[in-house]
């Protein structure tokens, strides 16, 4: 098992930015990548970003990239999420996930049996 927990998350105007944590506790050895996904009310889950351990190899969505930037701290065991120019769009609930072994469909929050509780990110406008 492995546990997750993020953080960071908050009320920001427009423009503005946050950085999410995810620290990772329990059988780390077995994650192959991390993941942040987020849903907004009313819409489904949605890939954002996803980050490997071993190459650092990252993926995003493409409506954040530019802006987002995922990156990872081995030692620590835990992933960041760094929003810049956040938009009232990007409100969600931002979970972050983990996945145990390669996948090409690292976007789909299927490849993810791990998951945190999630961290709430509003932006007004």
């Known amino acids: 098992q492995v546990q997750l927990v993020e953080s960071g998350g908050g009320l920001v105007q427009a423009g503005g930015s946050l950085r999410l944590s995810c620290a990772a506790s329990g059988r780390t050895f077995s994650t192959y990548g991390t993941g942040w996904f987020r849903q907004a009310p009313g819409k489904e889950r949605e890939f954002v970003a996803t980050i490997t351990w071993s190459s650092g190899s990252t993926y995003y969505a493409d409506s954040v990239k530019g802006r987002f930037a995922i990156s990872r701290d081995n030692a620590k065991n835990t992933v960041y999420l760094q929003m810049n120019s956040l938009k009232p769009e990007d409100t969600a609930v931002y979970y972050c996930?983990?996945?145990?072994?390669?996948?090409?469909?690292?976007?789909?929050?299927?490849?993810?049996?791990?998951w945190g509780q999630g961290t709430q990110v509003t932006v007004s406008s």
């Open positions: 996930a983990v996945r145990t072994g390669y996948s090409v469909i690292y976007y789909s929050a299927g490849a993810y049996p791990y």
